[in-house]
C-alpha cells in the first residue's frame, strides 16, 4: 500500500485536479509541495516519505501535468494561475498556515504567495529558485518546454530525459534514470509511455512576455519573506539561479537559510545527503 491518498479537488475555473495526500502529524504546519514547469508530483516521492513521519505532507499536479486536467485555455499556464488553484486547494482542506516547498516554477509560486498571505505561510523552501533568473537556464527551458519528440518505448523515454537532465545529473546511473523517466511519463491505454504535461504549457511560456519591472516585482515579493523562515537550496552547477543572485537573496533576508547541493545543476531532487539533512534542520526549526 502507498503511503498517501489519491485524491482529486476542483478548481476555481472547474478543471478537475489531482494531489497525494501522505497524512502525517496534524498537529503541525502541513508541508504542501510544488513542482517545475514540466514536471508533476512524483518529484517528490522519496522526500515527502521522509516528512510524512512528522507533518502532513500534500503534493499537487499542477494543471496540465500528470493526472490533472489539461486546461482548454492555454493561456491559463501560468503562475497567477497556478497560484489561485493552490489557495482553493488549501481553502477546501481548511489549512490557514502550511509551509511550502518549491522547485523552479513550484519556488516562484512560493515567492507570489509570499506576497500575497505572508502570515499563511510557516516556512518556504526555495529549491533551485530565486526573484531572478539566470537568462542561460531560462532560454534552456524555453527551448525544449512542449517541444521534445513523442517517444514509442521506455527506452526511448530514458534517452530522452538523459539528453534533457543529463547535465544536472551527471553521476546518475541507469537504474536512476529509469525511475526520472517512470515519473516524467505517463502510459497510454496502448502501454506506450507519453510525457505526463500538455505540450501547450511550453507555448504559454514562450507566448506570455515577463511584464515591465518583472524582475523589480519579484525582488520586491521575495522580501514578504522577511518574517517566515526560508531555507534555499541551489545545485552548484544550476544555470537557472546564479551564485550572484543566491548572494543577494541572503542579503535581501538575513535569516535565509541556505545550502549548496554539489554534482548537481537545475534543479536538484532533493534526495542528495546535503539537501535532506537541510530540509531536516529546517523543518525541525519550524515551530508550527
Known amino acids: 500500500m502507498p503511503g498517501y491518498e489519491e485524491k482529486f479537488f476542483q478548481s476555481r475555473d472547474g478543471l478537475r485536479l489531482y494531489y497525494r495526500d501522505y497524512g502525517g502529524a496534524f498537529d503541525r504546519a502541513p508541508v504542501l509541495c510544488l513542482h517545475g514547469l514540466t514536471r508533476n508530483c512524483r518529484d517528490f516521492e522519496s522526500v515527502a516519505a521522509s516528512i510524512a513521519p512528522h507533518r502532513r505532507v500534500i503534493t499537487v499536479d499542477q494543471r496540465g501535468r500528470g493526472r490533472s486536467q489539461y486546461d482548454p485555455a492555454w493561456l491559463n499556464y501560468h503562475p497567477g494561475t497556478y497560484v489561485t488553484d493552490m489557495w482553493a486547494l488549501l481553502d477546501q482542506l481548511s489549512i490557514r498556515r502550511a509551509i511550502l516547498i518549491g522547485t523552479s516554477l513550484g519556488g516562484l509560486m512560493a515567492i ?39 517517444v514509442r518505448t521506455w527506452a526511448d523515454a530514458v534517452d530522452q ?39 501547450r504549457i511550453g507555448d504559454a511560456l514562450r507566448s506570455i512576455p515577463a511584464p515591465p519591472g518583472a524582475t523589480q516585482g519579484m ?43 554539489p554534482n548537481r545543476g537545475h534543479p ?3 534526495d542528495e545527503p546535503e539537501a535532506r539533512e537541510a530540509l531536516r534542520l529546517f523543518l525541525d526549526g519550524v515551530s508550527e
Request: glycine content about 6%.
Open 112 to 150: 507570489l504567495m509570499a506576497a500575497m498571505r505572508p502570515q499563511a505561510l510557516a516556512g518556504v523552501v526555495l529549491n533551485d529558485i530565486g526573484p531572478e533568473l539566470d537568462p542561460t537556464g531560462a532560454q534552456r527551458i524555453a527551448n525544449y518546454a512542449g517541444r521534445l519528440a513523442p
Open 161 to 199: 530525459v538523459k539528453q534533457t537532465f543529463g547535465l544536472a545529473l551527471p553521476d546518475y546511473g541507469d537504474a536512476q534514470w529509469r525511475e526520472f523517466a517512470e515519473k516524467s511519463f505517463i502510459e497510454d491505454a496502448s502501454g506506450v509511455p507519453r510525457l505526463a504535461a500538455d505540450p
Open 219 to 261: 525582488w520586491l515579493a521575495f522580501c514578504a519573506l522577511r518574517n517566515v523562515p526560508t531555507l534555499a537550496i541551489r545545485g552548484a552547477h544550476s544555470d537557472l539561479l546564479s551564485e550572484n543572485t543566491f548572494d543577494r537573496m541572503q542579503r535581501e533576508l538575513p535569516h535565509l537559510k541556505r545550502v549548496t547541493v
Open 268 to 270: 536538484p531532487q532533493l
